[in-house]
């Protein structure tokens, strides 16, 4: 694999980004997958990944491999290239909001100041490495991880300032 930059981007390589902040790596969920073939089964590995600098930005990613720390390895870096920033305000979020991903859908509802992370497995992981403090969520429709991690990312992309929302309207009218 090649390092340093590529196609004329002006990004910065994996050793460069991570002495800028502080990254946070969380694992949302581990699978042992198994493959038939002729001889019995050959298992691998997935990993899903949150990654975060518990000040806004949050990245999602998946990695496959045969032996577990390489997964993880793969997720890591998937996530740091999927990295987003989320607007976060006082510890949670400004409004209410709902992220959808296939069958899952995950309601996010800002909370009051030492309320804590109310949020199942996949949605906490992400909320702790996005840095959210205090926030109430509910997971509907599917238990799959990997949907409700999606559905989660969905919801915190649709998060933006209260004062630019108003600004845009005012912009259209």
Partial sequence: ????????????????????????????????????VKGGRRFSFSALVAVGDKSGSVGLGMG???????????????????MRKVFIQNGTI???????F????????????????????????IMEVAGVRDILTKSLGTSNQMNMALATMDGLNQLMDPEEITNRRQAGE
């Fill in 64 to 82: 496959k491999a045969n032996e577990v720390p390489e997964a993880f390895r793969k997720a890591v870096a998937k996530a740091k290239k999927n």
């Fill in 102 to 125: 296939g069958a899952g859908k995950v309601m996010m509802k800002p909370a009051s100041r030492g309320t804590g992370v109310i949020a199942g497995g996949a949605v906490r992981a």
């Fill in 94 to 100: 400004p409004f209410q909001v709902m992220g959808h």
């Fill in 1 to 36: 694999m090649k390092q340093g930059r590529q196609r004329g981007k002006d990004r910065p390589t994996d050793g460069e980004q991570s002495s800028e902040r502080e990254l946070v790596e969380k694992q949302v969920f581990l699978n042992r997958v198994a493959k038939v």
